[in-house]
Structure formats: structure tokens, C-alpha cells
């Protein structure tokens, strides 16, 4: 089955409940913001413990500020209005350099909007774009370009303002020229620019920058895969693969190429970044996954996701669910790799963001062939998912319904059967007893319903009294939690509930009772 069948046939029995879609993209969008966050801060520590306060004498006028800089914090406006017009008006290097160095430490301290405004508001985007020109001293070069990596960490309407001012282009031009602490900065403002939105990605992509990055980083490997330029550049590229189906696909062959042997240098978050980017570039048809199989990659992305550093796991595994998505071959691939065995020993992790991909995966590899199905029923890691359906996590709910709705779909009526002679019933018990929340109950409902679908639970098919899979359906408390959906306050769980209990229980609605007493009577004349 291909990858986009087994997505439309989610998609049929999702689409009044959740977008499995949208919640793929917004599980992303949180990790991104967590990594990027997680950038920035590593990055500060490191530069604030090896920057050094220049030791420059400066005149009489202007000196003085960087003495009382912290107990002038409160009137950031004054100093940056004095900044201003030094920058624009004065050509002495190292006054330029010391109002660069007091606007951008007070541009670190912003915590709000207003005063990020007071930069728009004096214009100081240009200026900062302007003092990264060669045509400045390198002191000055670095201020200005730490600047504009700072000021790429705000919100989107403030990174526009980088983008429209030209700071891509500007960043890619110092790069090249060295890659020194200068190139740093700006390659980490482009990485965070690109973490903004698929437009700014598509940008980078479509002016040659995303190939300019992918060969910086092969010369400074090749040079000292030690330097720290490495570790920065694996992690924007893996930024800008989030629109890995915006990226030519021999460009996306040579960065696979390019990015591996960064495996072997040992380090966590180069590893992690790595795996993210081999995550966006599986996110598409089996084409866009073959080609990950063709490099070689399925060995080793089965081996991480044993990793003991959630880092690397979290991405590891979601790669892994993609794969698993892909067409029959690819996802057999992935079970002959002991993929299963993988996804086992994380079910139970302590994380719920990992348990989610583990499910992810596991609704994969039983939403394709029966055969597949088969092979996954024989496995223990079906018993100990039943427990996703009562997981304390809304969303690894979500994704164990998906398991077990695409098993009875995909499944023999005997593996269904098997299923529910295994216990299945009491979790799906549970599950509908305790849930209130109707986006959730929905998927229950489509669960309940293929469940008893794939298991030929039908009344014209067999009497009642006789079906043993509808006693233990009744047993196992499923029917009374069922009819309990009657009273649900959402219109759409009455309605499916009504239309199991008809459809499988001969249930007849009880006729509303005529108040007489209170009726009205109305006379009858002739005319």
C-alpha cells in the first residue's frame, strides 16, 4: 500500500475529529521552538564566558556609558537614541565599536516588545547590516553580526525586518569571507531566520544559500571537524530541511552525503541535528524515502533508537514512524531491521512525546499489508500497547487508537478476535468510560466500530445470545460505557453511539412519553 493511501485512509476516519496532519506539524513546530531555544541560550553561555570587555579609551563624551550601563538599563531609549547617532555620524572605530557593544547587551536584556520597538523605531536593523561590511574592522564586524543574531531570536514581525533589510545576503557574504567567530554569528542568525517560516526557508533555498552552508560545512570539516562551526552548521541545515520538499533532490542526496560522517564525531547535539534532518527528509512519498535507503541510513537510524540522549531518540524514532509509512517494501525493510524491538523498549518511556512517535510507528507498520499485520500480532509489543488507550497523555491516546482502528481494518478476523480475548476490551473499556473530551471519544467511537466490523459482529449474521464476541463485549462493561455516550453533551458521539448500538445491539430508541395532563387541548370545529 502506498504512503499516501495509507494517509487517506486516516484521514477518512479522522477528519471530524483531529487532523493527524496538523498535529504532525505542530508536534514539530514545539520541538524546533525547544531546539532553537535550547541554541540560543548554549550559544550565549559560551560567548559571555569568552568575550572579553574591550579595554579601549574612548572620549570624554561617550566613555562614560558603559560604567553606569546597568544602572542606566531603565532608560534604554536615552542610551540608544545618544548609540544611534553616534553609529550614523561618527567614523572613529572604536567609538563605532563601543556603540555597538552597549546596543547590543541591552538588546540581550529586552523582555519585552516596546523596547525591542525603540530598534525599529530608530531605524538600527540597516545599521547593523551596514557595520557587517568588510569594509569595517573585525571588532566592529562581530558586533554588529552578534547583534543581528540576537535580534533573529524575536518573533516574526521582527525577523521581516532582517529579511526585508537584506541580512541573508549580507550574512552569506561574510561567511565566505572567513569563517571565524564573525561567521558564526551569521550563521546562526540565517539558522534562526530560517526556523521563522516556510517562506524565509524557501528563500534560503531558492538563492543558493542552502547549497553555500552545505559546502562551507564539507571544507571545514575536511579542515578540523573539531571546529564549532561544524556543530552550528549541522543544526541550520537541519533547520532550513524542514522544507525538504522545497529542496532539489540531488541536493538533498548531497547533503545526506555530506551530513554523515558527522555521525562519528561523538558529539550529542551534532548527531541529533543530524537526525532531524534525515526526520524532514523522510517526511514525504516513498520516493523521498528510498532515498534515505539507498545512502545506507536504515541500519544506523535502528541503532540510535536505542539512544540513551532523548535528543537524538526523539528524532530517531521519528524517522523510523516515516519509514514506516512508506510503501510495503520499505516498511518490511524496517521489520526485518527488529524495528519492533526498538519500539518496545520505549513504550513504556517516562516521556510522552516518546511513547507518541513509538505509536506513530506502530499504526504505521500495522496500516499497511494483512501480512504486516500478522507479523506485528505475533509480537509483544501489541499486549503493552493496549495500554496507550488509558495513557495519561491526550496525544498518545490519539496515536494508540490509530494502532488498533488500522489493525482491525487491516487485520484478519481472526487476529481481531485474538485481540479481544487478550484483554483488549477492558483497556477499550476504560478508555470510553473515562474520556470526556469529544475529539477523543470520536476516535473511541471509530475504534469501537471497525473493532466490531473487522470481527463480523453482526446480528443478521448470527444470533445474538450465541455471539461470543458480543458477550464479551458486554462483559468487559464496553456496551454500558457505549450507551453512557447517549448523554454526551456533543451531538456527533450521540450520533455514532446511537448508530453502533442499532447497527450491532438491535437497540430501539425509547419513544418519548405524551405529557397528558399537561397538554394542551385545542377545539376541533367544522368550517
Not at 237 to 252: E, G, Y
Not at 265 to 289: K, M, P
Not at 484 to 506: C, I, M, P, R, T
Request: aromatic share 8%; hydrophobic share 40%; glycine share 4%.
Amino acid at each position: 500500500m502506498s504512503t499516501a493511501q495509507r494517509i487517506c485512509d486516516r484521514n477518512k476516519g479522522f477528519q471530524q475529529s483531529i487532523d493527524p496532519e496538523l498535529l504532525q506539524i505542530k508536534r514539530e513546530e514545539h520541538h524546533i521552538e525547544l531546539r532553537r531555544n535550547k541554541r540560543f541560550e548554549l550559544s550565549k553561555k559560551r560567548r559571555f564566558a569568552s568575550s572579553q570587555t574591550p579595554t579601549l579609551s574612548f572620549s570624554s563624551d561617550f566613555s562614560s556609558f558603559r560604567p553606569y550601563l546597568q544602572n542606566l538599563i531603565s532608560n534604554k531609549r536615552i542610551i540608544l537614541e545618544s548609540c544611534i547617532e553616534i553609529l550614523k555620524n561618527n567614523n572613529q572605530p572604536s567609538i563605532i565599536k563601543e556603540a555597538l557593544y552597549i546596543t547590543r547587551k541591552l538588546l540581550e536584556s529586552i523582555s519585552e516588545d516596546s523596547d525591542l520597538d525603540i530598534y525599529v523605531e530608530l531605524n538600527y536593523i540597516p545599521v547593523f547590516i551596514h557595520y557587517l561590511s568588510q569594509d569595517y574592522p573585525k571588532e566592529i564586524q562581530f558586533e554588529a553580526s552578534f547583534a543581528l543574531c540576537s535580534f533573529a531570536t524575536f518573533d516574526h514581525n521582527y525577523v521581516e525586518m532582517l529579511v526585508k533589510n537584506g541580512a541573508i545576503r549580507e550574512c552569506q557574504l561574510a561567511i565566505s569571507r572567513d569563517y571565524d567567530e564573525i561567521a558564526e554569528n551569521c550563521i546562526w542568525c540565517i539558522g534562526n531566520i530560517a526556523g521563522d517560516n516556510e517562506k524565509y526557508r524557501e528563500i534560503i533555498i531558492s538563492e543558493g544559500i542552502f547549497d553555500f552552508l552545505m559546502d562551507a560545512l564539507q571544507n571545514i570539516s575536511v579542515q578540523n571537524n573539531k571546529s564549532p562551526l561544524v556543530n552550528v552548521l549541522v543544526w541550520v541545515l537541519s533547520n532550513i530541511s524542514r522544507s525538504a520538499n522545497k529542496i532539489p533532490d540531488l541536493t538533498m542526496r548531497k547533503l545526506l552525503n555530506i551530513v554523515r560522517p558527522c555521525l562519528d564525531l561523538e558529539d550529542n547535539d551534532i548527531i541529533a541535528s543530524v537526525f532531524w534532518i534525515l526526520n524532514y527528509s523522510t517526511q514525504g512519498d516513498s520516493y523521498c524515502i528510498e532515498r534515505i535507503l539507498e545512502a545506507k541510513y536504515a541500519p544506523i537510524i535502528i541503532n540510535y533508537c536505542d539512544s540513551h540522549d532523548y535528543s537524538i531518540a526523539l528524532p530517531a524514532l521519528k524517522t523510523l514512524g516515516n519509514i514506516s509509512s512508506g510503501n510495503n517494501a520499505q516498511t518490511e525493510l524496517m521489520l526485518n531491521l527488529n524495528a519492533l524491538e526498538k519500539l518496545l523498549n520505549h513504550i513504556r518511556s517516562s516521556q510522552a512525546v516518546i511513547r507518541k512517535e513509538v505509536y506513530w510507528a506502530l499504526s504505521n507498520f500495522v496500516g499497511g499489508s494483512s501480512a504486516h499485520v500478522e507479523r506485528v500480532a505475533q509480537h509483544l509489543v501489541i499486549p503493552l500497547a493496549m495500554k496507550g488507550l488509558t495513557d495519561e497523555d491526550h496525544g498518545v491516546r490519539v496515536e494508540a487508537g490509530w494502532v488498533f482502528s488500522n489493525f482491525g481494518i487491516r487485520g484478519s478476523p481472526e487476529c481481531t478476535i485474538s485481540l479481544i480475548k487478550n484483554g483488549f476490551l477492558n483497556y477499550l473499556q476504560q478508555a470510553l468510560d473515562k474520556e470526556t473530551d469529544p475529539n477523543t471519544l470520536k476516535n473511541l467511537l471509530v475504534i469501537t466500530k471497525r473493532i466490531l466490523e473487522a470481527a463480523s459482529i453482526k446480528p443478521q449474521e448470527e444470533k445474538k445470545e450465541n455471539n461470543i464476541c458480543l458477550k464479551l463485549f458486554e462483559s468487559s462493561g464496553c456496551l454500558a460505557a457505549l450507551h453512557k455516550q447517549l448523554d454526551h453533551g456533543n451531538s456527533f458521539v450521540n450520533e455514532f453511539a446511537l448508530k453502533l448500538l442499532k447497527e450491532f445491539f438491535d437497540y430501539e430508541e425509547p419513544e418519548e412519553e405524551l405529557d397528558i395532563e399537561n397538554a394542551k387541548i385545542t377545539k376541533f370545529e367544522f368550517s
